[in-house]
């Protein structure tokens, strides 16, 4: 047996040493890297490979029968999974510590158990009672879920082989797992690595959905090495703030569906309630009197979704003005105030600028810079939009609206909550097949000319 040496690992991006330092050269990161017993295993079979086997290879033509999805019963966690779970696939879940993961997870689990599917619910992080005291707080004790306590991955392999097929089997959390191949703690890359490889090849060989719950770091990343994100077959992560009752469902990865789809909860006091209409409830509270407001008409993945930009422009007492950006790109809001000063006159240079996407929503399509602009304009000059308009289009460096996609589906939803205009890059709709009447622009000059005609007419109102 070959002699077992010592290696040093880094804990946030897996890069392998011969020697411990205080900072990763690969990563950066400091007081990462951590001693690990590698056993030789590798080198010996390396060593002592024995000829492979001959397997037949196949053209692309063929035919084949794809198994059902399983349908949770959820749907708008079906909706980002794809429609539901492939048998066989294993997802990769991830979010900050009490977002409602677990909740979401064994609702989930209750749906399907329910409707006649063996579902497996492994916690290496709780006891059998707690997650029962959950069960019951959310009305779900009476699902014939079957609970475990347990974090050997060779244990729970063997034990979900026997008996019925599993229809989901979700592991809570990657990071609690340890697999007797590797000699290290759990939660370091290599144990991560190899448990999600042991659980991947049992959902492969037995036809089973997995769900893997992985930790997240202080940057919002899944923990431990990225290969895992790779050998995956979905990543999702679920985002909130705590301040926010909330929950954004969002696949980041998907093999079986589109991605960058997202599914809205609530959460409440009985556990995640489905939100159907996201825009209707991201809008409620708004107040369209006020200056500094824009509604954004924008996508996420497949979904129409309007959200509401606040903006305060007010006169800076520093050598540097502040610019805060809350559910936005900080980067894409120095470019919009850099060209509505080099192309629209608007003088932003002697002022503080805070933004803030109402309701807690991120928002990272170039589609919302039209939005961003007309707010920010109207707190400037304390004009206030019409209520009844949306605004999207993604702005040039020379100052052009560039058109985006999926217009007409933006503007149904608008018409759909009671807007009445839009502005942005329009020129390709039939106005008179519009569902609402259409202000098109083809420059940001032309959208700050309108914002200050309207300005000049409210002062001339009062």
Known sequence: MAKAQLRFVCQNCGAVTNR????????????????????????????????????????????????????????????????????GSVILIGGEPGIGKSTLLIQASASLARRGERVAYISGEEAIAQVRLRAERLGLKDAPVELAAETGVEDIIATLSEGRKPGLVIIDSIQTMFTDTVESSPGTVTQVRGSAQALIRFAKRS????????????????????????????????????????????????????????????MTGDGLR???????????????????????????????????????????????PRRAVVGWDSNRLAMVIAVLEAHAGVRLAQHDVYLNVAGGLKISEPAADVAVAAALVSSLTGAHLPPEAVYFGELGLSGAIRPVVHAGLRLKEAAKLGFHGAYGPLKQLDANEAPLKIHPLSHISALVAQIAQQSTSNSKTR
Do not use: Y
Request: proline share 5%; hydrophobic share 40%.
């Open 274 to 320: 489905e939100v159907a209409n996201p825009s209707a409830l991201f809008l409620s509270s708004r107040d369209a009197a006020a200056a500094g407001t824009a509604v954004f008409a924008g996508m996420e993945g497949t979904r129409p979704m309007l959200v509401e930009f606040q903006a305060l422009v007010a006169p800076s007492a520093l050598g540097t």
């Open 20 to 87: 411990w330092q205080g900072k990763c050269d690969s990563c950066g990161e400091w007081n990462s890297i951590l001693e690990e017993t590698d056993s030789g295993i590798g080198a010996q079979a390396a060593r002592g490979m024995k000829k492979g086997r001959i397997f037949p290879l196949e053209g692309l033509s063929g035919t084949h029968t794809p198994a059902p999805r399983l349908i949770s019963g959820i749907n708008e966690f079906d909706r980002v999974t794809g429609g539901g779970f492939v048998p």
């Open 207 to 266: 036809g089973a959905s997995v769900i893997l719950v992985g930790h997240v770091t202080k940057d919002g990343q899944i923990a431990g090495p990225r290969v895992v994100e790779h050998m995956v077959d979905a990543v999702i992560s679920f985002e909130g703030d705590g301040s926010h009752h909330f929950r954004i469902l969002r696949a980041n990865k998907n093999r079986f569906g589109p991605t960058d789809e997202i599914g809205v909860f609530e």
